[in-house]
């Protein structure tokens, strides 16, 4: 199985930034697409970005432009750099993973989130 631990959350003032890292480890073959995600205070959770194995990005388009996401294979870890910070992007942050085991059989991996409070 494969672990996510997310760091880099926190608290911040709106129009600050913030750099969120998820790194993988446990027993693999292969790390697919890369993810986060985020549920925000009584709404549904939602997409933040997606970056494949070979570095191919989406983000969604409320995001464009402030949040990008990367990765670093060798690292088996995931970043969001988040500028430009509003009180609407205060959430929880998910990270995700498409994890192909040993044995050819493909799950995706969750991380138990990490808070990005957005105030001043």
């Known amino acids: 199985q494969v672990q996510l631990v997310e760091s880099g959350g926190g608290s911040v003032q709106p129009g600050g930034s913030l750099t969120l890292s998820c790194a993988a480890s446990g027993r693999f073959f292969s790390i697919n697409d890369m993810g986060w995600s985020r549920r925000a205070p009584g709404k549904e959770r939602e997409l933040v970005a997606i970056i494949t194995s070979d570095g191919r990005t989406t983000h969604t388009d409320s995001m464009k432009g402030r949040f990008s996401i990367s990765r670093d294979n060798a690292k088996n870890t995931v970043y969001l750099q988040m500028n430009s910070l509003t009180s609407e992007d205060t959430a929880v942050y998910y990270c995700?993973?498409?994890?192909?085991?040993?044995?050819?059989?493909?799950?995706?991996?969750w991380g138990q989130g990490t808070q990005v409070t957005v105030s001043s």
């Open positions: 995700h993973a498409s994890v192909t085991l040993s044995n050819r059989s493909a799950y995706t991996s």
